[in-house]
């Protein structure tokens, strides 16, 4: 597949989010199932996704970096960016909405905690999907 | 040659065949952007902005009307 650096890290970090913070919401949805509902639980069990997550878009920048001629963007990947963004970002408005509505319902801050990390999870991954979209397909 | 999804079509690849077979990679070089640009913008699935449309027309030595053509302009 022939793919410019910017394509690249984009893969790297939508294969990092998923898998790292995919990983995170599918322990805490036990942990939740299982009665947890102490948000200093989940911390470290977060605190390990991130570490994940960093650790996947190290490895993975490199090896993009060491597959590319060049590292720079240009005004397509720029453009593409603030598109896929300018589509996703609904995604966390929607959870913000919905964090503050649930605190005036009084829910309990185990959830409304991971409303708004699966909002941000939602519109992160999709940006990145939207941003493979456009590369693909063209803008 | 894959699908136009732009209106904007362009003579990239015959201007570079006659140019000495330039390369996509030599044509990104001279006018800063990366060779999947080039290459987005030769099959149609991304129009320039106007500065690298003056870019690639002045590499060429072509009036930009001679790159570039609005396929939806009417008579």
């Given at each position: ?9 984009v893969?790297?970090?939508?294969v ?17 199932s299982?009665?947890v509902?102490?948000l200093?639980?989940?911390?470290p069990?977060?605190a ?17 970096a ?13 453009l ?7 589509q ?9 909405i ?5 605190l005036i319902l ?5 959830w409304v ?12 991954v999709a940006?990145?999907a939207?941003q493979?979209?456009h590369?693909r397909?063209?803008? | 040659m894959a699908?136009?999804r732009?209106?904007?079509r362009?003579?990239?690849?015959t ?8 390369t996509?990679?030599?044509?990104a070089d001279?006018i ?6 080039v ?7 991304y129009?320039p ?6 870019r690639?027309?002045?590499v060429?030595?072509?009036p930009l009307e001679?790159?570039?053509q609005?396929?939806g302009?009417?008579?």
């Amino acid at each position: 597949m022939d793919t410019s650096f910017e394509e690249k890290s984009v893969w790297v970090q939508l294969v990092g989010l998923v898998v790292g913070l995919g990983s995170y919401l599918v322990v805490a949805g036990l942990m939740v199932s299982n009665g947890v509902s102490a948000l200093p639980a989940f911390v470290p069990v977060f605190a390990v996704a991130i570490a994940l997550v960093v650790a996947i878009n190290i490895a993975g920048h490199v090896v993009a970096a060491v597959a590319s001629q060049s590292v720079e963007a240009d005004e397509r990947d720029r453009l593409i960016a603030c598109r896929a963004e300018s589509q996703s970002s609904w995604i966390l408005g929607v959870g913000v909405i919905g964090a503050i509505m649930a605190l005036i319902l009084s829910v309990s801050g185990v959830w409304v905690a991971h409303l708004l990390l699966i909002s941000l999870f939602g519109s992160e991954v999709a940006k990145g999907a939207l941003q493979i979209v456009h590369y693909r397909r063209g803008i | 040659m894959a699908r136009s999804r732009t209106s904007v079509r362009n003579q990239i690849r015959t201007l570079r065949f006659h140019h000495g077979e330039m390369t996509q990679q030599q044509l990104a070089d001279q006018i800063g952007v990366t060779r999947q640009t080039v290459n987005a913008i030769e099959g149609g699935k991304y129009s320039p902005s106007l500065e690298v449309a003056f870019r690639i027309s002045h590499v060429f030595d072509k009036p930009l009307e001679e790159v570039f053509q609005f396929a939806g302009a009417s008579g």
